[in-house]
Nanobody, 119 residues
Framework: QVQLVESGGGLVQAGGSLRLSCAAS????????IGWYRQYPGKQRDLVAG???????NYADSVKGRFTISRDNVKNTVDLQMNSLKPEDTAVYYC?????????????WGKGTLVTVSS
């Protein structure tokens, strides 16, 4: 099993910065991809930024140049540094991971953290 716990959400003014952190535990060596997703009310959850094990990072076009994802393999954390925040970045942000248990591809999710950007 993989467990994910997010922290760092909150209220910030437009143009400001926030840093989200995701702590991973469990069979983390089986993680193939881990990243941050966001969900607007009534919409599907979309990838914001991700890291594939043994590969590079990927970002949604809307956050390129403003958000940076990083992974600390010692602390088992994945952080999302969000700069130049815009009101349209307001959403619930989830940490999500794709992992393999030896038999099946599975996914794991944190409970989410709310980011609110005021104009």
């Amino acid at each position: 099993q993989v467990q994910l716990v997010e922290s760092g959400g909150g209220l910030v003014q437009a143009g400001g910065s926030l840093r989200l952190s995701c702590a991973a535990s469990g069979t983390i060596f089986m993680i193939k991809h881990i990243g941050w997703y966001r969900q607007y009310p009534g919409k599907q959850r979309d990838l914001v930024a991700g890291i594939a094990t043994g590969s590079g990072t990927n970002y949604a076009d809307s956050v390129k140049g403003r958000f940076t994802i990083s992974r600390d393999n010692v602390k088992n954390t994945v952080d999302l540094q969000m700069n130049s925040l815009k009101p349209e970045d307001t959403a619930v942000y989830y940490c999500g991971a794709d992992w393999f248990d030896g038999y099946n591809d599975l996914d794991a999710w944190g409970k989410g953290t709310l980011v609110t950007v005021s104009s």
